[in-house]
């Protein structure tokens, strides 16, 4: 099929989700890596509420590179993410590895995440794609934009428009950050579809010091918002510890950057 005659291409789509809102600009969704206990979700979403941001992330599934290390508290951080959701009023963005989740998490979720890990995982892709559920699709870290389009029109096409991209960097030789943010995705992205695109800066650069000029980037090229992991205690997290924030590092970036 050519890229014109696509679902997710320009214009095409009518409604895209009443979550995320394109009319109000930049939208930030933040937190932990992993759900690890029920105090560092509460002082997350404190964190967010002090800053009027609304979207909350955290995984409690996850997908680690070793099968030794921390695989998230599942249905226990599901849990610990509807408690915070609905005393913060927060909207709750996480992930599911497997099909047979989608079930039981979305009592507890309101945006499914799929990560890049299973961008090419088509049966998880046709069962997001038979619910209404918003979803956001993260690209593969080795996929084109092409195969990353053709991802989210495999859950467009079996029905769900609620479809939210992320740029989350892909593999490249560069090793000064842990993957490559693809910019050009974004405003290619912008420009031939009507889905709203996000960039994750946390997986992406793998860093914390140089979040703030590639925030700025992302939104000069028009993206609709920013992925941005934080820990009360990055040192101690049980995964990704040197990517993510601590709460002075991103109560600093959040009041530079301006929210609108
Ligand atoms: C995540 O957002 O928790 C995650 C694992 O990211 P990615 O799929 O982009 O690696
Ligand atoms: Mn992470």
Same mark, same amino acid.
């Given at each position: 099929?050519?890229?014109?005659?696509?679902?997710?291409?320009?214009?095409?789509?009518?409604?895209?989700?009443?979550?995320?809102?394109?009319?109000?600009?930049?939208?930030?969704?933040?937190?932990?890596?992993?759900?690890?206990?029920?105090?560092?979700?509460?002082?997350?979403?404190?964190?967010?509420?002090?800053?009027?941001?609304?979207?909350?992330?955290?995984?409690?599934?996850?997908?680690?590179?070793?099968?030794?290390?921390?695989?998230?508290?599942?249905?226990?951080?599901?849990?610990?993410?509807?408690?915070?959701?609905?005393?913060?009023?927060?909207?709750?963005?996480?992930?599911?590895?497997?099909?047979?989740?989608?079930?039981?998490?979305?009592?507890?979720?309101?945006?499914?995440?799929?990560?890049?890990?299973?961008?090419?995982?088509?049966?998880?892709?046709? @069962?997001?794609?038979? *619910?209404?559920?918003?979803?956001?699709?993260?690209?593969?870290?080795?996929?084109?934009? @092409?195969?990353?389009?053709?991802?989210? @029109?495999?859950?467009?096409?079996?029905?769900?428009?609620?479809?939210?991209?992320? @740029?989350?960097?892909?593999?490249?030789?560069?090793?000064?950050?842990?993957?490559?943010?693809?910019?050009?995705?974004?405003?290619?992205?912008?420009?031939?579809?009507?889905?709203?695109?996000?960039?994750?800066?946390?997986?992406?650069?793998?860093? *914390?010091?140089?979040?703030?000029?590639?925030?700025?980037?992302?939104?000069?090229?028009?993206?609709?918002?920013?992925?941005?992991?934080?820990?009360?205690?990055?040192?101690?997290?049980?995964?990704?510890?040197?990517?993510?924030?601590?709460?002075?590092?991103?109560?600093?970036?959040?009041?530079?950057?301006?929210?609108?």
């Amino acid at each position: 099929m050519k890229k014109n005659d696509m679902l997710v291409h320009k214009n095409k789509l009518k409604s895209i989700n009443e979550l995320f809102n394109l009319e109000s600009s930049f939208h930030i969704i933040a937190g932990p890596c992993a759900v690890e206990s029920i105090e560092q979700m509460e002082q997350t979403a404190q964190l967010l509420a002090k800053n009027n941001l609304k979207f909350i992330r955290g995984g409690a599934y996850k997908p680690r590179t070793s099968p030794y290390d921390f695989q998230g508290l599942g249905l226990e951080g599901l849990k610990i993410l509807d408690h915070v959701r609905k005393k913060y009023g927060l909207i709750v963005v996480s992930e599911i590895l497997d099909p047979r989740d989608l079930e039981t998490a979305i009592d507890y979720v309101d945006i499914i995440q799929i990560g890049s890990r299973n961008m090419h995982s088509y049966s998880l892709l046709k @069962e997001v794609g038979q *619910t209404k559920y918003p979803v956001l699709l993260k690209r593969g870290m080795m996929a084109t934009i @092409e195969e990353f389009l053709n991802a989210a @029109e495999y859950i467009v096409s079996n029905g769900n428009t609620n479809v939210i991209l992320c @740029e989350r960097g892909i593999r490249t030789f560069e090793n000064s950050t842990r993957n490559t943010l693809d910019i050009s995705c974004i405003a290619i992205i912008k420009k031939e579809t009507s889905l709203p695109i996000i960039a994750d800066l946390s997986h992406s650069l793998g860093r *914390t010091d140089i979040v703030f000029p590639i925030l700025k980037a992302v939104e000069a090229v028009g993206a609709d918002g920013a992925m941005l992991e934080l820990h009360p205690e990055p040192e101690k997290a049980l995964s990704d510890q040197s990517q993510q924030l601590n709460h002075n590092e991103f109560t600093a970036i959040i009041k530079r950057f301006n929210v609108k």
